[in-house]
């Protein structure tokens, strides 16, 4: 029993492995990274570090070989042509190199409907599927660091927490929450050819982040809608739906997710 995740140097990745650690002995994990100069900690910790590059093929081939469960971490490349490649070349050398699992961190409620050609993890999921391989999908939700771009300290100075016009409602999940969930799925049976949605069991809205700003701030952070702010995150969050949830990440937690205001709080300047 051998359990590879990529991207182990990434945050997902690391959080992962601390929970792994928790469940099974350091001998059984091994961290695929790119750049082992960033892995050393883990070798102290016991765990194998083997390089393993998605752009070259012949390295994750043999970092691959005798794995059971291989967990692919979606490629932080920016351009998702580039990533369909080197999730297709990680797929392929699983293939080969005889894993008996993958494991693949997809995205949260993918639209249905003709996938447009942009959406590299619903092709990347049905190469996944074309390849014969078992397979685990976790669809994960957007992380709740997004809120890290939406002005939260100039809210709470100026008492406004202004956002684009709306119905916005988000059922994001932290990472450490994800990494919580995939352990438990990378360390128990009854997973084969499944597809979870990892996100919130329920969404969030503004006036409830809002309220979480008064409560930080110790005095009223009003909400109010205008078109006119720029920020090019509406733009992007209008492409995904962030709306839908599903109650299988708190299932494999075993317990609630984070709540909102402990989610955020990474992203508020300490009180002056
Ligand atoms: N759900 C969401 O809201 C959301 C948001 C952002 C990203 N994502 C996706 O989720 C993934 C994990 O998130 P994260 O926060 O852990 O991102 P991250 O910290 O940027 O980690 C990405 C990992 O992928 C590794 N990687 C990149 N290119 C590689 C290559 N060519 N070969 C091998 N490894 C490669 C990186 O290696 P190094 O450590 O050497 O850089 C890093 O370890 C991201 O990569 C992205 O696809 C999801």
Redesign the pocket.
Known sequence: MSILI????????SLIIEQLLQKVPSSQIIAC???TE?AEHYIKLGIEVRF????QLESIEMAFSGITQLLL?????TDDSVRLV?HSNVIAAAKKAGVKQLLY?S?AFPRQGPIPTNHVHRLTEQVIFESGLDYTILR????TD?VGVLGLNEAIDSGKFITYPGNWQFNTVT?QDLAIGTAQILTTSGHVNQIYELTAPRPWDFSELSAILSELAGKPVVHREDSSIQNWIYAFLSKIDTVSTSEDLERFMGCPITPLKDSILPFINPVK
């Open positions: 990529t991207g182990a140097t990434g945050k997902l990745g990274v790119r750049h960033k393993g590059d998605y752009d971490i979606s490629s932080s490349h080197q961190t995205f994960n939700a957007l992380y997004f990472r």
